[in-house]
T-cell receptor, first 116, second 112 residues
Framework: KAGVTQTPRYLIKTRGQQVTLSCSPI?????VSWYQQTPGQGLQFLFEYFSETQRNKGNFPGRFSGRQFSNSRSEMNVSTLELGDSALYLC???????????????FGSGTQLSVL | DAKTTQPPSMDCAEGRAANLPCNHSTISGNEYVYWYRQIHSQGPQYIIH???NNETNEMASLIITEDRKSSTLILPHATLRDTAVYYCIVRDYTGTASKLTFGTGTRLQVTL
């Protein structure tokens, strides 16, 4: 079974641009969540989608947005990029039905975004 | 949010058991303890989780104290490939939604 796939693996952008990152969850997984990892702040939760609806959101500005499609694939978008947005962006999928309180997350390898 | 406290780093000789402690004194009665690890340049990998009973799988064992205020992850025979940052997490819930709040973790170095 294929794991969580994130594309692209590396990305270089300049300040002020926007970027879209893609995540394909494990087949059959309907929940997708996104995390940002930086050396200074560590791993931080961005948002979670289930059945095309955002059901949880972290403390990030409105420049960070996401969506989920009917096939559970998800994208996240960052507009008006800032230098501080340079980070590893990780996507994780899970299989609801195990019980929300005990479901496991499966992470992709991430997209390394560099903002110059 | 429930918080966890872990030592910043630990060393372990290859072939020995690695015992990674975690304090979570504010955990609520229905919150699970999760362990993930992150090998350099990869996404976090699920290891194990538990509520109140000890758990074991092919990767590790999880020992949770009776008062649930602390736990220990045990890698029974550590190998060099177990070198990673290990995160102990108590899951945050709001209704049916949840998120993982990662702390700074324990950097485990397995040596020859």
């Amino acid at each position: 079974k294929a794991g969580v796939t994130q594309t692209p693996r590396y990305l270089i952008k300049t300040r002020g641009q926007q970027v879209t990152l893609s995540c394909s969850p494990i087949s059959g997984h309907r929940s997708v969540s996104w995390y940002q990892q930086t050396p200074g702040q560590g791993l931080q939760f961005l948002f979670e989608y289930f059945s095309e609806t955002q059901r949880n959101k972290g403390n990030f500005p409105g420049r960070f947005s996401g969506r989920q499609f009917s096939n559970s694939r998800s994208e996240m978008n960052v507009s008006t990029l800032e230098l501080g947005d340079s980070a590893l962006y990780l996507c994780a999928s899970s299989l609801p039905g195990q019980g929300v309180r005990s479901e496991k997350l499966f992470f992709g390898s991430g997209t390394q975004l560099s903002v110059l | 949010d429930a918080k966890t406290t872990q030592p910043p780093s630990m060393d372990c000789a290859e072939g020995r058991a690695a015992n990674l402690p975690c304090n979570h004194s504010t955990i609520s009665g229905n919150e699970y303890v999760y362990w993930y690890r992150q090998i350099h340049s990869q996404g976090p990998q699920y290891i194990i989780h538990g509520l109140k009973n000890n758990e074991t799988n092919e990767m590790a064992s999880l020992i949770i104290t009776e008062d649930r205020k602390s736990s220990t992850l045990i890698l029974p025979h550590a190998t060099l490939r177990d070198t990673a940052v290990y995160y102990c997490i108590v899951r945050d819930y709001t209704g049916t939604a949840s998120k993982l709040t990662f702390g700074t973790g324990t950097r485990l170095q397995v040596t020859l």
